[in-house]
C-alpha cells in the first residue's frame, strides 16, 4: 500500500517520475547501461544535463535574460559559502528566518561583516520580519524565501538595489514570482526538484566577477558556467531524477499550474487546523507557507492516539522537525491532494473521538 | 544485449547491485516509499548509513583503529580543499602523477605553501616518480595513488612520518594495501564504490583538530565526524547504492578475493597489449595501473577500423581521455573477466586483418 508522504524533504515525487528513475538504472535510453555507469561526458548524459538546465530557466522564465543554471554538488549548506565566496567583498546584508538563514550567516560571517537586518527569532520564527530596510553600502542581501522547520514563507520580498540572493530549497517551482528580481537563487533538489544529491544555482552572470579574493575552483561560479556544470563529475543520477521531475511540472503547464493545486492543497489543511478544536497553527497566519504546515495538538496527551491514526492511515512524515516539535505536513508539488484529504479526514476523527 | 562497459569513472557496478537499486526505487525495503522520497533522518536510511560506514573500515581493515568512515558531499575535489582546510597550517608535500595531483595542488594553495616533492610531469606522467624524500618539516603528505588518465599507479608508497594523505578515488577497494599507513583517504565514489555523487573520507581521528584556521562547519572533519556525515541532507541513493556495492565486494570475500580477480584481468590485458604487433602501452612497465590500462594503436590509420569493431563487439568506453587521446580500458572491480577477454579478441582480429 502506497504512502502519503508528508515527509519535509528528501520527499514525495511523482510515481511516474520513480517508474522511469527505476528503469533507467537497469537500462538507459535503451542503451544497454544503467544510468548508474555511464560516463558524465557521454552523449546521452551531456543531453540530460543540458535539457535540465534550459528546463530550469524555461520554468522560471529566465531564458535569455543573463541567467546561467549550474547543478552543483553538495546541498544547498555548500551555498552558504559560494555566495559568499563569489559576491562578498567587505559586508552583506542577511534576513534572519530560522534555522538555514542562521547558518547561512554563520558561514558567512568566515569571509566579512554581515548584518542581520532583521530577525525573527525573539519570536521563535513563527514569522515574517517585515518593515525593515536594506541599503546600497551592501555587497548583496540573502533571505531564505521559505521556512521548512517554522512553516513560514516569505510573501513579499523587499525591494532591493543590491543583488538579491535567495535561498529557495524548499519552495522553489511551487509559486510563480518575478525570479528576475532575484541575481542567485539556489536550491537542494531534494523537495521540488528531485532527489536529495545536486544543488540548482541560477545566477545573473552580471554580478560575478567583483570579488578581490581568490575562489576555489569548485565553488567559483564564472568557473562552473564555462565547464557547464562539469568542473569534475556531477551527481548524474541526482540530476537525472532532477530532470524527469522537471519535465513532469512542464507537462503539467508548469508554475502557474502547480501553485494553484499547492495554494488549494495548504487552504485545506489550514483550514482544517483552524476549525479543529484540537489543533492549532504554529506559524502568524499572513506567513504561513503553502509548502509546509507547522502545527501542534492543543493537549500533548492525545499525540500517541494521533500518532497511532496517522500510522494506520499510511500517513508518513508528518512529525515536527527535532528542533520544535509537534507537527508538520510537508505539501511538496507531488503530493496529491487526496493525502491532503485524508490527514484532514484523520484529524476530524481524532475530534470526534476526543 | 549488454555491453562490455570499460568506462573510467562513473562505471560499471555489479549487475545484481543495479538490480536491487532499480527495485529501492519503487519501494525500498517494502516500505511503501521509494528510496529517492524517505528522509535521511528515518530509521532507514539511517541503518544504511551507519552500516556503510562499518562496512567500509571492515573491508579496509580500519577498524577500532582510531579511524572514521564519512560518506561527504561534492566529489573527491570537494577533498582537494578540505584536506587543506584542515591540515595545511604551513606547508605540505605533494606528489604530482598527472592531472589530479595537479588539481589537488592547485587548490592547496589557497590555504599554504605546497611544495612538490617530485613529478613526472617532464616525463607526460606516463611512471610514478622514486627517490625523492619527504621529511618532518611538513604538515602532510598527499598522493593520489592511481591516476586514470595516464593509467599509472603508485606499488610502494614512501615511508613519512608525517600524516599521510592519499586520493584512492580510482583504486580503493581494489588491492590490499597497509591502510594503517594512511591518515587521510578519500575517494569519489563512482569507481569501485558507487555511483557519483557521493565521496568517501576515510580519516585518523588524531590528526585533526590541529590547524588554526576557521574551518567551514561543511568541510570540517571534526564537526562531520560528531553528526555522523549528516551535517547536511547526504546524498541517499548514491550511499544506499554504494552500500549494495560494498555488500557485494563482501560477499565476495573483500579485498584480497578481488584482487586476485584484478591481476588476473590486467595481466590479461597487459600481455595481449604487448603481445599485439599494432598496440604499445603508454605507462612504464613497472607502474601499470591494474584499474586503467592506457595504449595506442602504432598507426593512427587503423583507429577508424578498431573502433568500429569495437563498438560492433558491444564495447563501451575505451576512448582515453580527452588530454592524451589513444585507449584506455579502465577494469575496476565490477568487470567481469569475458569482458577482457573480447577487449582481447578484437584486438587479435585486428591484428589479422591489418
Known amino acids: 500500500m502506497k504512502k502519503h508522504n508528508f515527509s519535509a524533504g528528501p520527499c514525495i515525487l511523482p510515481s511516474s517520475v520513480f517508474k522511469e528513475a527505476s528503469q533507467a538504472v537497469l537500462d538507459f535510453n535503451n542503451s544497454g547501461l544503467s544510468i548508474l555507469e555511464i560516463s558524465h561526458r557521454s ?41 559568499a565566496y563569489n559576491l562578498l567583498e567587505k559586508k552583506a546584508a542577511y534576513l534572519n528566518t530560522g534555522t538555514w538563514s542562521s547558518k547561512a550567516i554563520k558561514e558567512a560571517k568566515l569571509f566579512g561583516e554581515i548584518i542581520e537586518v532583521a530577525s525573527s527569532k525573539d519570536k521563535q520564527f513563527n514569522c515574517i520580519p517585515k518593515n525593515y530596510s536594506v541599503d546600497q553600502s551592501f555587497d548583496y542581501f540573502h533571505c531564505t524565501s521559505n521556512n521548512t522547520i517554522y512553516g513560514t514563507q516569505i510573501k ?67 568557473i562552473q558556467i564555462e565547464k557547464e556544470s562539469m568542473f569534475n563529475t556531477p551527481a548524474v543520477y541526482a540530476v537525472y531524477v532532477s530532470l524527469l521531475n522537471l519535465r513532469w511540472l512542464q ?60 500510522q494506520e492511515a499510511n500517513i508518513n512524515g508528518i512529525n515536527g522537525h527535532r528542533s520544535i516539535g509537534g507537527y508538520r505536513a510537508s505539501m511538496y508539488n507531488a503530493l496529491p491532494i487526496s493525502s491532503v484529504e485524508i490527514l484532514i479526514e484523520v484529524m476530524n476523527q481524532l475530534e470526534r473521538k476526543a
Open 251 to 310: 507537462s503539467l503547464g508548469g508554475i502557474k499550474a502547480i501553485e494553484k493545486a499547492n495554494h488549494k492543497k495548504a487552504q485545506l489543511l489550514y483550514s482544517a487546523i483552524d476549525n479543529n478544536s484540537l489543533f492549532t497553527g504554529y506559524a502568524a497566519k499572513e506567513d504561513r507557507s503553502i509548502m509546509n504546515a507547522t502545527f501542534n495538538l492543543k493537549s500533548k496527551k492525545l499525540e500517541p492516539l494521533f500518532n497511532d491514526m496517522c
Open 156 to 222: 513579499e520580498f523587499p525591494s532591493v538595489e543590491i543583488p538579491m540572493v535567495c535561498d529557495m530549497s524548499s519552495d522553489i517551482f511551487s509559486r510563480e514570482l518575478n525570479f528576475e528580481n532575484f541575481d542567485l537563487i539556489y536550491a537542494g533538489a531534494q523537495k521540488n526538484m528531485g532527489p536529495a544529491g545536486t544543488t540548482l544555482v541560477v545566477v545573473k552572470e552580471s554580478i560575478l566577477g567583483k570579488v578581490s579574493r581568490e575562489i576555489p575552483s569548485l565553488f567559483d561560479y564564472q
Open 43 to 83: 552523449k546521452d548524459f551531456v543531453s540530460v544535463i543540458e535539457e535540465a538546465r534550459t528546463l530550469v530557466l524555461d520554468l522560471l522564465g529566465l531564458q535569455n535574460k543573463g541567467y546561467q543554471a549550474l547543478f552543483l554538488h553538495g546541498g544547498a549548506s555548500t551555498q552558504f559559502l559560494s555566495v
